[in-house]
């Protein structure tokens, strides 16, 4: 937190460029199945008291925008001598912190930025043990644990002469949990690049260079690359690129491997409201490559992205964003308001989320923590249309992972599968009943399945319904009722199944200062 300390001293006391909101909010779920356990299921009422605090501003050379909330959970009855979650004294006396923070400060004026991220989450231990319901946070998982991440990242951009632009930056991350089933890891990379045009103005050029270190427990890897990059513009929506290099790496070997890099891209931008992008890249592990999608109708958005990469966490690891269904409903209104304020969009999309019970984050593939590098293939695809009183909101995901490193005695999900594939799909109907209250219905899926015959092969199906009602335009209130079942399988890496089914009634009253 160090880092979010220093952006604060630079920050100008300008109250309206500052929004500081304390919330509150009361939780009361009443569950048959408090353990998520396919036998002996006990039943529990869970009062979630959640303090919490939102900072949104940004002054003349210094921005942050942090979320934490603390979450104490109380149950009764008291289950003090069943199993429970990594140090916890009992399952009646638990509490969970989320965080998500970015910020930047100009230390020099257009030269010198520092930013520095922080998050905490609630993270899957494995593939192939229990999953909560979506909104199960009641819930004791021992297939879940806490899990920090905290960056900084100087960095330094300016212009050489007239044509060109540069920029290098420093990146130290530091990543823990509260588990002793994974390490903890810490990263550091540097990123060099340099830019620029030619005489020829529809001809650009780039170099760019990049060191990665990841260090686990075991192992430690390193992963260095030059690239020099041509690019060539035919008219205003029609952008090619062809890019060469050298990469060295110990990802799949204990010594440094050296091999050539090539490939090529381009970028299509037909109408301000379609773009796609792509790129494909010959490396030490084969086709790399990166697409992305999107296109925006008057009241909707669909947007799609793959790509086959190096992946050292899961994606909710370290993600500062505002998730992917506010950046979806963002897009829409402020396609439909040209003249309308950030400030005047996100209290519009806010008010959509929270009114229509839309989750900011639509992420329906949870990933799970690994002791390793890996290498993923994944495509998402998402929908979001938003009418006068009705929305739907869509969200389908794959991922495919391998394991890369050589490492003896490592004890993850990846001992006992040499692939994983993770699907998902997730629908939200939201209408609007009137000003004050809306209904919601959702249904979603996960499944994890093994490539290794004979294997794990789990599958969580959830529907969930959710009325809300705004008591005052502070003040906030729903109630809701689900039901979940997991078909479980194997015992996963982390020893825990993940066969359950659970119903539970829930109720929440918010309110923020």
């Known amino acids: 937190m160090l880092g979010f300390s220093l952006?604060?001293?630079?920050?100008?006391?300008?109250?309206?460029?500052?929004?500081?909101t304390p919330t509150l909010a009361v939780t009361e779920t009443l569950t048959d199945n408090v353990f998520l356990t396919a036998s002996d299921k006990k039943h529990s009422l869970v009062t979630a008291i959640t303090p919490g605090i939102a900072i949104d501003g940004k002054g003349a050379r210094a921005s942050l925008r942090l979320s934490y909330t603390l979450t104490g959970q109380f149950y009764s009855p008291n289950y003090s001598d069943t199993d429970r979650l990594p140090g916890q004294k009992s399952a009646s006396n638990s509490h969970?912190?989320?965080?998500?923070?970015?910020?930047?400060?100009?230390?020099?004026?257009?030269?010198?930025?520092?930013?520095?991220?922080?998050?905490?989450s609630q993270q899957y231990l494995s593939a192939f043990g229990t999953v909560s319901p979506s909104n199960g946070n009641a819930n004791v998982n021992n297939n879940q644990t806490e899990t920090s991440s905290y960056s900084i990242s100087p960095h330094i951009k300016g212009k050489l002469f007239s044509s060109a632009e540069y920029l290098l930056s420093y990146r130290a991350t530091v990543t823990s949990s509260q588990s002793g089933l994974v390490s903890d890891t810490t990263a550091s990379e540097w990123l060099g690049k340099l830019n620029g045009n030619?005489?020829?103005?529809?001809?650009?050029?780039?170099?760019?260079?990049?060191?990665?270190?990841?260090?686990?427990?075991?192992?430690?890897?390193?992963?260095?690359?030059?690239?020099l990059s041509l690019l060539y513009r035919f008219n205003p929506q029609i952008q090619v690129s062809m890019f060469g290099g050298q990469e060295s790496?110990?990802?799949?070997?204990?010594?440094?491997?050296?091999h050539t890099t090539h490939g090529f891209g381009f970028v299509w931008t037909p109408?301000?409201?379609?773009?796609?992008?792509?790129?494909n890249n010959k490396r030490f592990f084969g086709n790399g490559y990166d697409v992305k999608f999107h296109h925006r109708m008057p009241r909707s958005l669909i947007t799609y992205t793959a790509s086959r990469n190096i992946s050292s966490q899961p994606a909710g690891v370290g993600n500062t964003g505002q998730g992917s269904n506010y950046d979806a409903y963002y897009a829409i209104i402020a396609a439909n308001n040209p003249g309308a304020s950030p400030e005047a969009i996100r209290a519009q999309v806010s008010q959509v989320l929270q009114g229509r019970g839309i989750p900011a984050d639509g992420t329906v593939v949870n990933g799970y923590l690994t002791n390793r590098p890996s290498l993923q293939e994944s495509q998402q695809l998402s929908l979001a249309l938003l009418g006068v009183r009705n929305s739907v909101t869509l969200n389908a995901t794959e991922s495919k992972q391998q394991p890369l490193g050589l490492v003896n005695g490592l004890t993850d999900d990846f001992s006992l599968a040499n692939q994983i594939t993770q699907r998902g799909f997730g629908i939200i109907w939201g209408h609007q009943l009137s000003g004050l209250s809306s209904l919601s219905l959702s249904l979603n899926q996960q499944r994890s399945?093994?490539?290794r015959s004979g294997q794990s092969d789990t599958r969580t199906q959830g529907a969930y319904l959710l009325l809300t009602t705004r008591i005052s335009p502070k003040t906030q209130a729903n109630i809701g009722a689900r039901r979940v079942v997991s078909d479980g399988g194997a015992i996963s890496s982390a020893g825990v199944g993940a066969g359950y089914t659970e119903n539970a009634l829930t109720g929440t009253l918010s309110h923020s200062f």
């Open 271 to 279: 109408s301000p409201r379609t773009e796609l992008s792509a790129t």
């Open 96 to 120: 969970q912190n989320a965080l998500t923070a970015v910020g930047m400060l100009e230390a020099i004026e257009d030269w010198l930025f520092i930013e520095a991220t922080g998050t905490i």
């Open 449 to 451: 399945i093994s490539a």
């Open 7 to 20: 952006l604060c001293m630079g920050v100008p006391a300008h109250a309206e460029n500052w929004r500081i």
């Open 198 to 227: 030619t005489r020829w103005s529809a001809l650009g050029w780039a170099l760019d260079a990049s060191r990665l270190t990841n260090n686990y427990q075991r192992r430690d890897y390193e992963d260095t690359k030059y690239q």
């Open 249 to 258: 790496q110990n990802y799949v070997s204990l010594n440094q491997e050296t």
